[in-house]
């Protein structure tokens, strides 16, 4: 069974630096695209950012375009989420995701993973 556990989430004022981190089973980052979701109360999980299974394709969300990275260690199988210049609307449980093993396309919708993570909280205040 797969495991996805992300951490580095936490409380941080407007402006500030975050970076996530997802921790998932072996062979996970060569193998399949994954991604980062946020969900907020009352809102639908939306996607933040994907990557490809070689780390050379990436595609965000336009409204954290140049503030958010993604990045992954594929010896490591961890995959990343660099958030800077943090917003009040980046409030949001934040989970990585993997798609299925023969999914290849860069997709931000919850509807092309299968495998979610737990999530991690991230708050941002003014």
């Known amino acids: 069974q797969v495991q996805m556990v992300e951490s580095g989430g936490g409380s941080v004022q407007v402006g500030g630096s975050l970076r996530l981190s997802c921790a998932a089973s072996r062979n996970t980052a060569t193998r399949y695209l994954m991604a980062w979701f946020r969900q907020s109360p009352g809102k639908e999980r939306e996607g933040v950012a994907v990557i490809d299974r070689k780390g050379s394709g990436t595609l965000y969300r336009d409204s954290v375009l140049g503030r958010f990275t993604i990045s992954k260690d594929n010896e490591k199988d961890t995959l990343y989420l660099e958030m800077n210049s943090l917003k009040p609307e980046d409030t949001a449980m934040y989970y990585c995701?993997?798609?299925?093993?023969?999914?290849?396309?860069?997709?931000?919708?919850?509807?092309?993973?299968?495998?979610w993570g737990q999530g991690t909280q991230v708050t941002v205040s003014s």
């Open positions: 995701a993997r798609a299925r093993e023969t999914f290849y396309e860069l997709s931000l919708l919850p509807k092309d993973f299968t495998d």
